[in-house]
Structure formats: C-alpha cells, structure tokens
C-alpha cells in the first residue's frame, strides 16, 4: 500500500503530568525548545508539564502553551527522523500546532497567540456559569435539534466521532438538554470539567479581544495542506486564517468532517502529534479502514517505524 500521511495534532483535553518527559529524554533539542518557550511566556512549563501539580497544568491559559509546546517538539522529532506529513489538521487547540507545522506563523508567534486564547477563554465568563458535556451514542442531527429547542445557550460544540458529540453553553440550559438527551437514549451524557462554555457563541468576548492579538500577527501560506476546523476544508490562502481562528473560538469543531474529507483525498496513514492518544482513539470510531497511529515518546516512534 503506498501510504499517504497526515498529521493530526492534540487537542485540550490531552494533557497529563509526565508529558513529553520520555521524549526529551532521549530527544535533547526538545529541551531548548522547551527553554525557549519557557523564556519567551516567562512561564515554568517544564515544572508543569513534567512535575505538576495537575491543578495547575489543567488551567486553561497553562495547557494551551503547553499542549502546543509538547506537539511542537514531537513535530521536531518527526521530521528530524524523516517522518513527514502531507496534510495537516489539528483538534480545536491543535489547529495552531499544525498551523505551526505548516510554517503559517512562528512558533513564538504560536506561544503568543495560545497563551492569550487561554487567558481570554479563562475570562470570558464567570466560572461556573458555562459548561460543557460529551454526548455519547446518540445521532449528532438529533443532538443538534434538541439544542436548538433549549431554552438559553446550548450548542454543539465539536462533532469528534459518530457515537461522541460535545455540547457547550449556560449551565442551565447544558443541564436541561443532558436530561433530554439521556431520555432520548444516549448511552452515555458527562459533564466535562472545563472552566468554560468553550466553541459556544459565550465566547465572544474573549472572540473579540482576541482579534486584537491575531491583527499583530503575520500569517503566511501554509507550506502543507491545512484543514480547519469550522469549515472541514482546506485552507485556501493566508488571508483566511486570521478569519478562521477567530471563527473557531465560537463555532464548532467539525472534526468528523475534516477526517472524511482527508480519507476522501486518499489519505490513509494518520499520525496523531501530542499527548495522549485522544485522536487516535477518535479515529477508531470514525473510519477503521485507515491506519492510525500516535506518537508523544520515544517508544512510540520505534513502534511506528517497525509498522511502517
């Protein structure tokens, strides 16, 4: 079979204590791109990411840089070792490390501008007055309509696989809908523990200000095909891509979409770039058909190369 690679990178959600820790170990460049994202955020993100304490790498405007910092040196090491993407995507978060990947900006550029999303998604609601909930085995049309008959805010969020939908909104309104949608047979409705309403019309505070970063920043033409995420397309000139970031703090996260498009464009090799395995795991649901792989150590790659 003559393989035809795409990149996926992780999303929110993906990070744990110990990550990357493997990798950089056997990876010393790892390290000094590790400093150099700590120097420029003035942030200890190797304490965080390798020591913890979870509490604190699972606030928001901490895990974006770090998430992106990781997936940015796996990236490193793939490359290095030869291993490179046709297209990229990345999930919600993720679409900065492929942005990234694809030369679209810089990687302190990409440090600059994660950090302030997760400083301006942290802010822009009260804590506790937005959440969000995974929808699990229920058709996302019909998730979609019962949305659209709460009262307040409740939208879906980000369509991850057949049987996984995520709704965001008021906290009053996710509630209602999470009874509706367990009465209506879902397997399975859980709350996410988030700080926000995420990929909901909520945010468009942190929306609005975040523009104000995005105009400073010079977006160039991806060097690899990008999806992204609120179109399930292909980015068409740099001139997009201011619009499309700023799209997708609102809007929602077409991620089954994305993924057909790339098996419909003969993609068949998916390696997921970041921590965890969330992607991969996603890709299960999806489509079976196509091999899926995920790497964020050492371990991982030596695995990879021996199925390659």
């Known amino acids: 079979m003559k393989r035809k690679t795409a990149f996926l990178f992780s999303g929110q959600g993906s990070q744990y204590v110990g990550m990357g820790l493997e990798l950089i170990n056997n990876y010393p460049p ?3 791109i590790m400093e150099q994202a700590e120097e420029y955020l ?8 390798f020591e913890g304490p979870a509490e604190k790498l699972n606030i928001t405007k901490n ?11 796996i990236y490193n090491f793939l490359m290095e070792n030869a291993l490179k993407p046709s297209a990229v995507a990345g ?15 810089s990687f302190e550029d990409g440090l600059r501008l994660v950090r302030q999303r997760g400083i301006l998604m942290d802010e822009a609601m009260p804590v506790g007055s937005g959440t969000m909930a995974a929808v699990i085995g229920l058709n996302s049309n019909l998730i979609t309509e019962i ?16 049987q996984q939908t995520v709704i ?16 209506l047979g879902a397997k399975k409705v859980v709350k996410l523990d988030v700080s926000g309403p995420f990929h909901s019309s909520l945010m468009k505070p942190a929306r609005d200000e975040f523009a104000k970063i995005v105009n400073d920043i010079e977006f160039k033409e991806p060097v690899y095909p990008v999806i992204a995420n609120v179109t399930a397309d292909y980015i068409k000139d740099a001139k997009e891509i201011k619009g499309l970031l700023l799209e997708q703090i609102t809007g929602s996260v077409y991620w089954v979409d994305s993924i057909k498009r790339l098996i419909d464009d003969g993609y068949n090799t998916f390696i997921e770039v970041g921590p965890g395995r969330v992607l991969k795991g996603l890709m299960r649901s999806i489509d079976r058909s196509v091999d899926a792989f995920n790497v964020e150590s050492f371990k991982d790659y030596e695995k990879l190369i021996k199925k390659l």
């Open 42 to 49: 003035a942030l200890p993100l190797k304490k965080m990411c």
């Open 91 to 105: 999930h919600s978060l993720g679409e900065y490390s492929a942005l990234a990947s694809a030369k679209s900006f």
């Open 30 to 32: 790892g390290l000094q």
């Open 63 to 73: 895990t974006q840089p770090a998430i992106f910092t990781i997936s940015y040196i």
């Open 147 to 162: 949305c659209t008959n709460i009262e307040g805010v409740c939208e879906v969020a980000n369509y991850n696989s057949p």
């Open 168 to 183: 965001s909104g008021e906290e009053k309104a996710i509630n209602e809908a999470v009874e509706s949608l367990k009465k």
